[in-house]
C-alpha cells in the first residue's frame, strides 16, 4: 500500500494534488509520502514483536536528510556503507549504537571514523579486512564490535546484479570456512565477536531462499557456540522485495517474513538485526516528469519526458519495470496506444519501457513513476550537465522541498581551471 491515489482525477500524494507540487517544484522531481514510510517501517518493526531486535534502515536504498530524520523518529537503526552514509545517519541524528556499518570495501579511515564517533558494529566481509579493523582498533585503544558475514551459497532467484548470497559473489566469506574465520577473529584482541551477519540479495519476491539462507545460519550459530563464540547477535540484512507493477502478485508482507524469521532463529535466544531499504522507501516515492513531445517514429510512436536515465537510471542498468501513470486520471474507457518512454539524454539507453500501453497523452502532459522511491535519487547524476532534480517529502496536507535543484552556476563552479590555462 501507498499514500499516491486519485481524487476526483488528479493524482495525489496523501492530501496534496501532485500536479499542485509540479507546478511550484518543476519537473521532473521525486516525491516522498512521509505516511508510507511510516507505515512500511512499522510493518518490519511490528513484525518482529516478541523478539529482542532492531531494524536497520538500508540507506543506500534513500538517503536524503529527512527522510532518515523520519525514520530515526521511529527507531530505526541505519546500516550504512561508507563513511559518507555513516556522516549522514550522524548528522540524522542517529546514535552510534543504532549503525551497523556494512560493504566489502570499508577503508581504515572509514573505521577510524566510526570507532570514534560510535558504532553498534562492523559487519566485516574477509580476513584482509578483519586484520585491518583490528589494528585500527589498537591503534585507538578500544574494541571493534564485528559479525562476519558468510556468504551461505544461495540463489536468491533475483536479478544477477544484486544477487550477493551465491558462492560466487564478492560478499562475505564461505560459510564453510566460518569457523576458521572466527576462530581468527576470536584471536585478535581490538576485536569483540557478537554475532554472524548474511544477506543473500535484493528485491526478493520469495521466502524459500530466506528459509534457506537462515537455517543454514541457525546450524552455523550452534557451532560456533560449541567452539566457545558468544554469538548473541544475527544479523540477517534485508532484500524483502516490493511489486513494481500493480498487476504482479505481491510479494510476502514483512509480518510473513517476521514469521519464518522466528520460526528459523527464535530458538537461538539472539538479538535479530534486519536491513530493510527498498520495501521501506520503495513505494513512498515517486518521480514526475512532463511530456516534452510526442513523436512519431519508423512504425513507433515516442513520448518523450523531461526526465532521463541520470534521474532514474534503474530501467537502464537492470531493464527494471516502472508503472508509469497520468496525472489526471484516464476515464475508464479511454483508449490506449503503445509509446516508447524516453528522456533526452544522447542515449539509446535512455528508455524507460517500449512498447507501454498509454492514454493519449500530449506535450506539457505530467506523468508519474510509481515506486521510485528506493535506488532512484541516490542513484542519478549529472551526467550531460542535468542538475539532480528534487525531492519532496509530503506530510498530510504540506510539503516541502528536501533537496533543491542547483543551477547551472553551482554545477560549473564546482570545476577549478588550473592557473596555466
Known sequence: MDHFLYRDGQLYAEDVPVAEIAAQVGTPFYCYSSATLTRHFRLFDEALEGTEHLVCYAMKAASNQAILKTLAGLGAGMDVVSGGEYARAKA???????????GVGKTRDEMRVALEGGIRQFNVESEPEMAALNAVALELGVKAPIAVRVNPDVDAKTHAKIATGKSEN???IPITRAKEVYAEAAAMPGLDVVGIDVHIGSQLTELEPFRLAYEK???LTEALRAEGHDIRRLDLGGGLGIPYTRSNEAPPLPTDYGQLIKDTLGH??????IEPGRLVVGNAGILVSRVVYVKSGEGRDFLILDAAMNDLIRPAMYDAHHDIVPLTQPAPAAEQAPYDIVGPVCESGDTFAKGRMMPELAEGDLVA????GAYGAVMSSEYNTRPLIPEVLVHGH?????RQRPTFDEIINRDTIPEWL
Not at 398 to 402: E, H, L, P, Y
Open 170 to 172: 564478492k560478499f562475505g
Open 369 to 372: 513513476f510509481r515506486s521510485a
Open 217 to 219: 545460519v541457525a546450524e
Open 92 to 102: 540524522a541524528g542517529v546514535p552510534g549504537e543504532r549503525i551497523v556499518f556494512s
Open 268 to 273: 537461538l535466544g539472539c538479538e535479530i538485526e
Open 398 to 402: 504540506q510539503f516541502a522541498v528536501i
